[in-house]
């Protein structure tokens, strides 16, 4: 017969095992990622154009300077490529929280503006950041780009200079 753990043993069982998740993953897996994407940065020719500190430095002021998080698209060094989102305002913030690893990020297009729903017989408003989020950027010295929609590219990795870079196509390759 097996004894029944009780509630603090049981706690510090899972406290263990999430430790024992992390610990791998520090270890073996992140580095194991870090090498492969940069293996692909080097097999494309690709820049840094953003490091650590400025990512968190992003994400931290757009947490506390905005009045809101703005949606965003993503697309990974090793990533799938996928179409990105529509330009019009999103219904939904952008979880800022979940941009880590940031070694692994190619690009970053942010959307400033989302739709927030009034009521059943009344239209969406639309509220926009566009004004505050580029003066963020400009005021952290983050290297971006503004297409004609008012979206912004953040570019992680890119072939040259992110100020005449054209935006990827819209249908995935």
Not at 82 to 101: H, I, K, S, V
Request: net charge negative; hydrophobic share 40%.
């Amino acid at each position: 017969m097996t004894r029944q753990l009780t509630k603090a043993e049981w706690a510090a069982e899972r406290e263990a095992e999430r430790e024992a998740r992390q610990k791998h993953w520090l270890e073996v897996e992140r580095p194991a990622l870090k090498a492969r994407v940069l293996a692909e940065v080097e097999r494309r020719g690709l820049a840094s154009f953003m490091n650590r500190t400025r990512w968190e430095r992003l994400r931290e002021a757009v947490e506390t300077d905005l009045p809101f998080p703005p949606p965003f698209d993503l697309q990974t060094v090793l990533g799938k490529r996928e179409a990105p989102m529509d330009t019009r305002a999103a219904p939904f913030f952008g979880d800022w929280r979940e941009l880590e690893p940031f070694f692994e990020i190619e690009w970053l297009r942010v959307i400033p503006r989302y739709s927030r729903h009034m009521a059943m017989l009344l239209a969406d408003e639309v509220v926009d950041c566009t004004d505050a989020f580029r003066d963020l950027l400009v005021r952290l010295g983050v290297p971006f780009r503004e297409d004609e929609a008012r979206t912004f590219w953040i570019y992680g990795y890119a072939p040259a200079d992110p100020a005449t870079l054209t935006s990827p196509p819209e249908k995935p390759t």
